[in-house]
């Protein structure tokens, strides 16, 4: 959460239109997806204001942690490759961060 504190105390204006949404995992430490920047300037396209967008980022988020506690939960496979697939994971997580993110304090793209 300190990369999402970090963004909300960035910006004095953060505390009058920063809706955001961060899914993590049971304990926390793993972001699952976010909704991405909920600046008002954008909320023609931000996920935070539209019910099917919303909607779909949850289910995707909870599709990875269902992932996530598979492979946690998973004893067969080796070390490596649980750690291979877990880095994956958080790759393609970083990467719905990074696309959800794009948006400006201004709405400028």
Request: contains cysteine; proline residues 3%; hydrophobic residues 45%.
């Amino acid at each position: 959460m300190a990369n999402w504190k970090r963004a909300f105390e960035s910006n004095t204006r953060h505390k009058f239109g920063f809706a955001t949404a961060v899914v993590l995992d049971p304990k926390g430490l793993e972001p699952l997806g976010t909704s991405g920047s909920g600046y008002l300037a954008d909320w023609e396209i931000a996920t935070n204001y539209h019910a099917d967008k919303f909607f779909a980022f949850l289910n995707a988020s909870f599709a990875r942690a269902c992932r996530l506690a598979a492979l946690q939960a998973e004893t067969e496979m080796s070390t490596l490759e649980r750690n291979l697939k877990l880095a994956a994971l958080r790759n393609e997580v970083l990467l719905q961060i990074r696309a959800v993110n794009v948006g400006s304090p201004n709405g400028s793209r």
